[in-house]
């Protein structure tokens, strides 16, 4: 099983001291929106719960959302650290802890498949309720109510943009981990005689799996001493001129290794189209299919293969 | 981001193998590994050699650094040397033969990912490359 | 640091210990060429196993120690470039512009012996 286990990274989440102050910054929260916060505390802290209660129910109703929703133990927690949160965000310390929550309660939601558009929802449902207690508090003095909501809005802003960030950061871990795994199994090296490998190549090459391709390989020529390789590209499904030039490059450094690359599988056309780009393919040896290329090498090697005499008759059919 | 710089002074031909040696201390810490350990180290080796040569002194500075998330090293190479009088075509000049002497920096360009220089004749030359971990 | 050379018969082993400065790879080349003329010999390997760097100034002396090295008589193989050394070789555009290469001391030793003997035959 890949070990896909999220680790709370702050620095890879850009969350230094000096980011916190850039996301403050880029919300516009200033020293009169958390004095503002500050003084509308006491219509939420005693019933944070009733708000609580507002965000997770609208996700109950939520098809998408049935991971979070259905999982006791994962929705108490979620619960117990927004109800935190929400004290925190009223009480205006907005420091490294509150950022910290923020990321732990992200993780969670991206853990139970929560994504951006459920829980932009979420959100928008929770800033709601708060909004209109705000302006039902104010209502004698609406547009001081207005500055207070808006003021709670940039917090939640600044809420909603780091546990967005979080969410991508993961999805991105998590590709990253698969890739690295695809990458591992896709091209075997494989030894078919003394001092011979054999390579076939199948499928799509990108950069990175070329150049992975190339480390095994040279790799395999030093672990197994290899002189003579034969890598056979028939599978390759595009054969570019980005990747006629990395293969030119591995036959170079093969050869430094003293190892001979015979590449086998280039069709006659592929080989004029690259030829017609531009490319050299002179410093490359080519046979048309693996079989030619194998007998070379092994001719080369200097291998003759016999067929005995009294050979055993073939199995009979049961 | 902590960035800890390592200045390594080139004087001499055997700081182009300390300055190596530190620029692949760093970039193991910074995250990279295999290949791109020895091909950081080489494109440093030849613009330090380039400082020895033509400059005679100057320093290297090596100093990790990220951006958005991605990890990597910055090198910056200066010298008060007498500068590149033609800078495009120090930068065509080569290596495909090696055989001309040739100033490294073609090859150290195709080596990093970033690769800046600034010189001025009379006044010196400084080096500015990047290399970024490959995600 | 002085290169260790040995002499095995009609062949030079040189095993580079450690990193080398450029006067180190000078020097070499010149102990090389000494040796080559003093001992008349046919062949010299250079192992490099041990350099995590190859770059252009390496490159180009290990071509001149084969060129001179042929100019009195004898053949040089480079063994032992690692892999990571190589891809960096080859993406700089470095070659051993027909240098030949082997991958250890053996296959090194084995490539000069077939190479001597040709040599012999055809006189």
Redesign the interface.
């Known amino acids: 099983m890949l070990d896909t286990t999220p680790s709370l990274d702050l ?2 989440l ?1 969350l ?1 001291p000096h980011d916190v102050e850039r996301r403050k910054a880029f919300v516009g929260l200033k020293a009169d929106d958390v004095e503002r916060i500050r003084s509308i505390k006491d219509l939420f802290l005693p019933n944070a719960d009733r708000y609580i209660a507002v965000f997770f129910d609208h996700l109950a109703g939520i098809e998408e959302a049935a991971r979070l929703s259905g999982n006791y133990r994962t929705l108490e927690e979620a619960q117990r650290l927004e109800h935190e949160h929400l004290i925190a965000m009223m009480q205006g310390d907005y420091g490294r802890d509150y950022m910290e929550q923020r990321v732990r309660l992200g993780m969670l939601y991206s853990r139970a498949g929560l994504d951006v558009r459920i829980l932009l929802g979420a959100f928008h449902v929770l800033m709601r309720a708060l909004g209109t207690e705000i302006m039902k508090h104010f209502a004698k003095d609406p547009l001081q109510g207005f500055d207070a909501f808006i003021s709670v809005k940039k917090i939640g802003f600044l809420d909603i943009g780091l546990t967005v960030d979080v969410l991508i ?1 993961e999805r ?1 871990r998590i590709i ?1 981990v698969q890739q690295d795994a695809i990458r591992e199994l896709s091209t075997p090296v494989l030894q078919v005689r003394d001092r011979l490998l054999i390579l076939p190549i199948i499928g799509i090459i990108d950069s ?1 799996r070329a ?1 992975q391709l ?2 095994d390989l ?2 395999s ?2 672990a197994n ?1 290899a ?1 003579i390789v034969v890598m056979d590209i028939t599978g390759v499904a595009a054969v570019d001129s980005k990747i006629a030039n990395h293969l030119i ?1 591995t036959v ?8 001979s690359i015979i590449v086998t599988g280039l069709s006659a056309d592929v080989a004029q189209a690259l030829v017609g780009l531009g490319v050299d393919l002179s410093s490359i040896r080519t046979m048309n299919d693996l079989q030619g290329g194998l007998e070379e090498a092994e001719r080369q090697l200097g291998y003759k293969i016999v067929r005995l005499e009294n050979s055993p008759p073939a199995l009979e059919q049961a | 981001m902590a960035t800890d710089k390592t200045h390594v002074p080139i004087d001499h031909d055997v700081d182009i193998v300390a300055a190596r040696r530190r620029a692949r201390e760093l970039a193991t810490q910074v995250g990279f590994s295999g290949s791109d350990l020895t091909i950081i180290a080489t494109a440093i080796s030849e613009v330090a050699r380039n400082i020895v040569v033509y400059a005679n002194r100057g320093e290297i500075v090596l100093s990790a650094v990220q951006r958005g998330n991605q990890r990597g090293v910055l090198v910056v190479a200066r010298d008060e040397g007498p500068g590149i009088p033609d800078i495009p075509r120090a930068m065509r000049d080569g290596f495909s033969t090696g055989k001309s002497l040739g100033l490294g920096l073609p090859g150290a360009r195709r080596l990093m990912d970033e690769f800046e220089i600034c010189s001025e004749v009379g006044k010196g030359t400084t080096i500015t490359m990047r290399k970024w971990i490959r995600q | 640091m002085a290169v260790p050379i040995l002499k095995q018969g009609d062949m030079l082993i040189a095993s580079i210990q450690s990193d080398l400065s450029d006067e180190d790879l000078e020097k070499l080349r010149d102990d090389v060429a000494e040796r080559v003329g003093r001992f008349k010999s046919l062949g010299v390997i250079i192992d490099v196993s041990i350099l995590d760097v190859m770059d252009s100034f390496a490159t180009r002396m290990l071509r001149t120690i084969g060129d001179t090295t042929k100019l009195r008589g004898a053949k040089t193989v480079i063994v032992g470039i690692q892999p990571e050394v190589a891809i960096a070789m080859v993406q700089l555009g470095l070659t051993l512009d027909g240098i030949p290469t082997a991958l250890d001391l053996e296959e090194g030793l084995r490539l000069l012996k077939i190479s001597i003997t040709e040599r012999h035959r055809g006189n």
């Open positions: 620095e890879r850009q230094s950061a991105e990253s990175m150049k190339t480390d040279l790799h020529i030093r001493r002189r490059q170079a450094a093969a050869r430094l290794m003293g190892a």
